[in-house]
T-cell receptor
Framework: AQSVTQPDIHITVSEGASLELRCNYS??????LFWYVQSPGQGLQLLLK??????LVQGIKGFEAEFKRSQSSFNLRKPSVHWSDAAEYFC???????????FGGGTRVLVKP | EAGVTQFPSHSVIEKGQTVTLRCDPI?????LYWYRRVMGKEIKFLLH????????ESGMPNNRFLAERTGGTYSTLKVQPAELEDSGVYFC????????????FGPGTRLLVL
């Protein structure tokens, strides 16, 4: 069965600093990969997705993620964090022929002024 | 274009009572999904509708949960009778037929069973 691991439960970062959130997945083939964000009091918003092609994908709000097949990773990055980026971030995978997302446990990001 | 909407946003009920959650998908989306996140756990898939048909209900925890999607539009998820372990956030998502892999989520319903 496929699984998704987000090793960091909490991350604290200063405003303006860079941010990297880790995501590792376990799956036999290359799945579809997603990052979602849940801001306080909000639902899950899609940040970006990877299906194939260029392994560096750009998303909304200045986020990007890089797919590394050799490491089974899909880490999310942002060069300069804003206070509004404080939220919980979820990595998810979808098997190519499937219909259900498998989520990681989430990483909660706190932004210090 | 309106997003996925869910009602209610919060619900507090006592153990043994019945609760019905509603999800309105994005207009025209054939695919509708239910997920939930219980406290401290991952978000887990519950089931998937294609129009009014249940495509996959492998994630439904037990027969106290009943999901319907009459007419292939909105969906309801009924929990009867509710137990303490049903507390959590219930998310609904939808996707169009031509891009089923990109799921758009609603704000969730926060359910607390006392």
């Amino acid at each position: 069965a496929q699984s998704v691991t987000q090793p960091d439960i909490h991350i604290t970062v200063s405003e303006g600093a860079s941010l990297e959130l880790r995501c590792n997945y376990s799956y036999g083939a290359t799945p579809y990969l997603f990052w979602y964000v849940q801001s306080p009091g909000q639902g899950l918003q899609l940040l970006l997705k990877y299906f194939s092609g260029d392994t560096l994908v750009q998303g909304i709000k200045g986020f990007e993620a890089e797919f590394k097949r050799s490491q089974s990773s899909f880490n999310l990055r942002k060069p300069s964090v804003h206070w509004s980026d404080a939220a919980e971030y979820f990595c998810a995978v979808l098997e190519a022929a499937g219909n259900k997302l498998t989520f990681g446990g989430g990483t909660r990001v706190l932004v210090k002024p | 274009e309106a997003g996925v909407t869910q009602f209610p946003s919060h619900s507090v009920i006592e153990k043994g009572q019945t609760v019905t959650l509603r999800c309105d998908p994005i207009s025209g989306h054939d695919n509708l999904y239910w997920y939930r996140r219980v406290m401290g756990k991952e978000i887990k898939f519950l089931l998937h509708f294609v129009k009014e048909s249940k495509q996959d209900e492998s994630g439904m925890p037990n027969n106290r949960f009943l999901a319907e999607r009459t007419g292939g539009t909105y969906s309801t998820l009924k929990v009867q009778p509710a137990e303490l372990e049903d507390s959590g956030v219930y998310f609904c998502a939808s996707s169009p037929r031509m891009d089923r892999v990109t799921q758009y989520f609603g704000p969730g319903t926060r359910l607390l069973v006392l």
